[in-house]
């Protein structure tokens, strides 16, 4: 009986509509959108990560790495081989990882070491702590902070002043947060 009443039922309809698969539904152009936008902001998410990883290897390589890595091979070898053995595997495998850097990222290392050196001795244990901070925070919150951070660093000191004082920069970001981006803000762009 009911094999009969759908075959009389679907009998009376077109094959075309028997056989049609149903057509996917378009995606709203609103939520095209909201994914072009998620996307891009955690490709930026990316990138202030990678640099705050540079920033990270920049203050931890240590100086006499840096030093090393400007000599020549020659110099290099002479002063590698008064320390121990494994320090100077140690060194090496620094060297060579700074070596392996594009020139601008050694140039930027550089630059920051300079500018870390150029603090008092307390200043300098600051920037470190903060940098410490820095990497322990959440990658989602980081890279808000990474963009804060390059966004002060562009602001001459005034500007930079008047904006951490404004009621909207003190809403996005706790005290610990802010001390943490005035402590990094001259030292990483």
């Known amino acids: 009986m009911r094999a009969v009443l759908l075959t009389v039922l679907l009998g009376g309809l077109p094959p075309a509509i028997l056989s049609a698969q149903p057509k996917p539904r378009p995606t709203p152009p609103a939520k095209v959108a909201n994914q072009e936008k998620q996307a891009a902001a955690k490709a930026q998410a990316q990138q202030a990560n990678k640099q705050a990883r540079a920033a990270a290897q920049a203050l931890n390589t240590p100086p006499m790495v840096e030093k090393l890595a400007q000599m020549s091979p020659e110099e290099r070898t002479a002063a590698l081989a008064k320390l121990p053995p494994e320090r ?3 060194l090496e495998k620094r060297i060579e990882n700074f070596a392996n850097r594009p020139a601008d990222q050694q ?3 550089l ?3 300079q500018r870390l050196n150029a603090l008092p001795p307390e200043k300098q244990a600051q920037v470190r702590e903060s940098l410490k901070q820095f990497l322990g925070t959440q990658p ?3 890279g808000v902070i990474r963009m804060e951070l390059g966004r ?3 602001m001459s000191e ?3 002043a008047a904006y951490v004082a404004s009621p909207a920069f003190r809403r996005r ?3 610990a947060e802010i001390e943490m981006m005035n402590n990094l803000s001259g030292i990483v762009p």
């Open 88 to 90: 100077r595997a140690v």
């Open 107 to 109: 140039a930027r290392v």
């Open 111 to 113: 630059e920051q070491r």
């Open 140 to 142: 989602p919150r980081r």
């Open 152 to 154: 002060l660093g562009a």
């Open 158 to 160: 005034e500007q930079r």
């Open 173 to 175: 970001f706790s005290d």
